[in-house]
């Protein structure tokens, strides 16, 4: 329980942290950043080559995630994008065509699918993932925001992980020497900062059979 207690502590410590220093950048920083985020993300040639892409919509203080979704709808893809269930708590994945018409906020103000307009689709169909935290490292470790949603989803991305394409989006200041985590998290091959892709230990692991 005490080690439990110390990860759940230290997890928190993290989050307050990271949070805080992204909050610090300006409307301006948040939308330059985003912007070469999103050249970054659209230069991975897995990317091009998938059928199926899982994205989220911004909210708050993350990168804005708008124009990726808006150039994957433009190449033909199938965009997907998560619904917040909270009982059982977990994300639906559905198909959207428009980002105006086929969306509306739902829990904490996210913007997520509307049923009635959208086909749901199964984890296990989505090529390509696009996935959120308040930080990452270097091994592909991730730190949600507390709610547990994409722990859960994360191993049922099975094709997309066999594949080395999911992908981990954040700022470069989200980038940490270590997240606290548990053995059974699952982490991301790669990551997409404003500077650099990072190709993580995960994916080398992954590359060796291990």
Known sequence: MSAALDLKAAKAAMRQEILARRAMLTAEEVAERSQRIVQNALSLPALAEADTVLLFASFGTELNTGELISACLRAGQDVVLPRICRDPRRLDLYTIKDLQRDL????????????????????????????????FDLAGNRLGYGGGFYDMLLPQLRHALAAGAVVGLAFELQIVDAVPHKPKDVPVPVLATEERIIHTTAAHCRNRGR
């Open 104 to 135: 509306r906020p739902g829990p904490w103000g996210i913007p997520q699918p509307i049923p009635d307009r959208c086909p749901e689709v199964m984890p296990r169909d989505v090529d390509f993932a696009f996935v959120p935290g308040v930080a």
